[in-house]
């Protein structure tokens, strides 16, 4: 006699590992490269002064930080940014 109580558990899908292509594929992590080389630009041709260049990094870095852990927390462990269909 079977016990009709149990059920056979589901597959469960492995968790996504992060690849360079899926982080450079993000959207913070192109507006945090858009902002470091428009920074940088304007650093080489001398219209902000290396005080500012160092601001803008720190504040362009601390937000893409802070969007990719909050992604993160929202949307659990294994969220892939690059995948629209959820």
């Known amino acids: 006699m079977t016990d009709d109580t149990t059920t056979t558990p589901k597959p469960v899908d492995p968790p996504t590992t992060d690849t360079f292509v899926d982080r450079i594929s993000s959207r913070h992590f192109i507006q ?10 304007a650093l080489f041709l ?16 601390s937000i893409y930080g802070a969007a990719s852990i909050t992604d993160k927390k929202l949307n659990g462990p294994d969220y892939d940014p690059t995948r629209h269909d959820r």
């Open 32 to 41: 945090a490269f858009f902002v470091q080389i428009t920074g940088a630009a």
């Open 46 to 61: 001398k219209i902000i002064d290396g005080g500012t260049y160092v601001a803008l990094s720190s504040l362009a870095l």
